[in-house]
């Protein structure tokens, strides 16, 4: 199998009034990786992912999706949204069934699996969101974070290969925020790529595998978490700020004259336990 689950090529995408979100974005994604995505507002991110789920129509350009070029007919959309579910920044967006259950329940109904096999999937997916309780509830009174995992209850459910999350942590407290990040942990595999657009970097910079930093519906930045930050072009064209881990560490190899193989912790766990090595060195 490919090892890039996609493959984008001169991605364009002009508005009717006449706005570029997207312009000439050429990018691989491989497979397996947990994504995060950066960009100021505006910088097309979201578009993007309308794109890789097939709910936009590229106005130049093309997208291959497991080697093969994406086609906007209605049975090759319903092969491409069973294998990449997307979550929206806005639950409400998401949600419209009378409650948390049937809700969770209308993707895999639509996936044409007998009602045993539907039933398993939506109990499976409220148990691993902590929504049980709630399945009989109407999703117009949820809490943020509640809609949030119930949005994510509704992809999971579907067991879908790529999960496109846009702002998944966006106004929620520091404790829902960690539970969603701790979800998509334990969600993640080898055989799952997990893209999340954020504007968090701390979030990107602890969890990713792999950064993408956009702007101007252009990638100006594709790699390791750790280098971006070195890369002050880059920050300052994204408008991006250091994570406090990186800039706390940098700050204390100042005085030593690091280089460039000195290990850039990317947790306040590692962050700490290095402290204590250099002290007792």
């Known amino acids: 199998m490919d090892e890039h689950i996609f493959h984008i ?3 364009t995408h002009q508005f009717a009034d006449g706005t570029f979100a997207l312009n000439d974005l050429s990018l691989t994604i491989q497979h397996g990786k947990k994504i995060a995505l950066l960009g100021n507002n505006g910088a097309g991110k979201s578009t993007l992912f309308l794109h890789l789920n097939g709910l936009l129509q590229p106005t130049a350009g093309k997208i291959r ?9 209605r049975k090759a959309l319903l092969s491409l949204r069973k294998q990449v579910g997307i979550v929206f920044q806005d639950p409400d ?3 419209f069934s009378a409650n948390v259950q049937q809700d969770i329940s209308f993707g895999p109904m639509n996936l044409g699996w007998d009602r045993f096999k539907v039933q398993e999937k939506v109990n499976w997916a409220m148990a ?11 999703t117009h009174f949820l809490s943020l974070g509640q ?3 119930v949005a994510i209850a509704g992809i999971l459910a579907m067991e879908p290969d790529v999960w496109l999350l846009d ?3 966006a106004g929620l407290d520091p404790y829902f925020s960690r539970q969603i990040m701790a979800l998509l942990d334990s969600i993640h595999d080898p055989e ?5 657009s954020t504007h968090d970097v701390n979030l990107a910079y602890q969890w990713a595998d792999e950064v993408v930093v956009m702007n101007d519906g252009k990638v100006i930045y594709q790699g390791d978490p750790v280098s971006v930050f070195h890369d002050e072009d880059v920050l300052l064209q994204a408008h991006l700020e250091k994570p406090w881990v990186f800039e706390m560490f940098q700050a204390l190899l ?6 460039e193989r000195d290990f850039f912790p990317r947790t306040k766990k590692e962050l700490l336990q290095k402290l204590e090595t250099e002290r007792n060195y």
Do not use: A, C, H, W
């Open 192 to 196: 799952k790529t997990i893209i999340l």
């Open 65 to 73: 999706f497991k080697g093969k070029k994406m086609k906007y007919d």
């Open 254 to 259: 100042q005085s030593r004259n690091p280089s």
């Open 93 to 95: 967006s998401q949600l």
């Open 9 to 11: 090529e001169g991605l």
């Open 167 to 169: 702002e998944p942590t």
């Open 128 to 138: 691993q969101t902590e929504v049980t309780e709630l399945k009989d509830r109407p």
């Open 147 to 149: 809609k949030k995992r």
